[in-house]
């Protein structure tokens, strides 16, 4: 049974806001009809949180099954809710750890994307949804990136970020280093690329490093990869979007898996 929201949820809900209250609770939100109906039963819902117009007009029974659920009047919700056109439901998630060893002896020919200080919300959450779309095994993303929980990174994945695993704050070195214990081929995708991707092997388990947008990846983390590879750009343009970049680069490792 629904109950009526306290002071005390809806101060929680807006501090979730600030990263560091999500990572010293564990928790995110999730806003939106399609996007709360999107989480697995794997994720666990620490709680919802409806707006009165909502909860009128729709049936909280599969809510009610899974977790507490809050109610407020549509004035709070607004104040609570992080966007400006409100869907008037949220769901409060504990956020999910992944075995990084596991994640990678577990594929045979695994896909996976690591990035290094990526800082473009829209470019993360983007490079996400495209991995979800093509089957990748798993995203790791560097210290120094944005956070996988801010609100603008997680309404890009579009509710990707509950179907692909994805570890945070690794150490890139010690990252690459253990993909490369397993004998993990690992391209960096760089303007000083020797081949192109179509060159390149990828019915083998891969792995793709992305750079930062602005300086493109460390000196120091592109020597330890295996390949440099750099995308055929017959125009004028410098260089290509990083999240465009990682969809060419994982398309084509679904092209030659086809």
């Not at 609100?151 to 579009?158: E, G, I, Y």
């Amino acid at each position: 049974m629904a109950h009526y929201g306290t002071n005390k949820i809806s101060k929680q809900i807006k501090s979730l806001k600030e990263r560091k209250h999500r990572d010293e609770t564990g928790l995110f939100v999730s806003e939106g009809l399609r996007f709360v109906n999107e989480i697995p039963k794997d994720f666990e819902v620490e709680y919802y949180a409806f707006s009165e117009s909502f909860s009128k007009d729709n049936s909280l029974d599969i809510y009610e099954k899974r977790a507490e659920c809050y109610i407020f009047d549509d004035k709070t919700f607004k104040d609570i809710s992080d966007t400006n056109n409100p869907q008037g439901i949220i769901a409060v998630c504990r956020k999910k750890l992944f075995d990084i060893k596991k994640l990678i002896e577990e594929n045979d020919k695994g896909l996976y994307i690591i990035t290094e200080e990526l800082n473009d919300p829209g470019n993360l959450g983007t490079i996400i949804r495209t991995a979800d779309a093509c089957g990748a095994d798993g995203v790791f993303l560097s210290k120094g990136s944005v956070d996988l929980y801010n609100s603008k990174v997680l309404r890009s994945t579009m509710g990707s970020v509950f179907h692909v695993p994805i570890i945070t704050d690794i150490d890139i070195k010690q990252c690459v280093e253990m993909f490369k214990q397993n004998r993990i081929t690992l391209y960096a995708a760089h303007l000083k690329g020797v081949k192109t991707p179509y060159e390149c092997d990828l019915k083998q388990t891969a792995a793709f490093v992305i750079g930062n947008e602005a300086r493109g990846l460390s000196e120091e983390t592109a020597k330890m990869c295996d390949t440099l590879i750099k995308i055929p750009m017959p125009g004028k343009a410098e260089s290509l979007n990083a999240s465009v970049a990682a969809a060419v680069l994982m398309y084509e490792a679904v092209r030659q898996r086809l």
